[in-house]
């Protein structure tokens, strides 16, 4: 059984930075895609950047590109958001996801191709 466990949510001002970490445990083989969702009140869940574990291949939301940084550490058990520069329209809950699959999943991200999912963490940048 595949979990995932957020951490590293926060209060920051405009401008400002905040790494969000996913504690990844249960899944087995390289053929697996992880990454992070947000949901703002009254909007959609949007996919922000996944990975695909296999290659390494990213996909990042144009919102974020150049901002923010999705990366795993070596033994592959713990997923990361580097999130810089930060503004009010981040103001979100993170969701860590996951899901067996690679091109797809990592083109395309939906959350309702995602199976397995975090809490969520909660993120809220003043301006």
């Known amino acids: 059984q595949v979990q995932l466990v957020e951490s590293g949510g926060g209060s920051v001002q405009a401008g400002g930075s905040l790494r969000l970490s996913c504690a990844a445990s249960?899944?087995?083989?390289?053929?697996?895609?992880m990454g992070w969702f947000r949901q703002a009140p009254g909007k959609e869940r949007e996919g922000v950047a996944i990975?695909?574990?296999?290659?390494?291949?990213?996909y990042y939301a144009d919102s974020v590109k150049g901002r923010f940084t999705i990366s795993q550490d070596n033994a592959k058990t713990t997923l990361y958001l580097q999130m810089n520069s930060l503004k009010p329209e981040d103001t979100a809950m993170y969701y860590c996801?996951?899901?067996?699959?690679?091109?797809?999943?990592?083109?395309?991200?939906?959350?309702?191709?995602?199976?397995?999912w975090g809490q969520g963490t909660q993120v809220t940048v003043s301006s």
């Open positions: 249960g899944y087995t083989g390289s053929r697996f895609s």
């Open positions: 990975i695909y574990i296999g290659d390494g291949t990213t």
């Open positions: 996801a996951a899901e067996y699959g690679g091109s797809r999943l990592v083109r395309s991200p939906r959350a309702r191709d995602f199976g397995y």
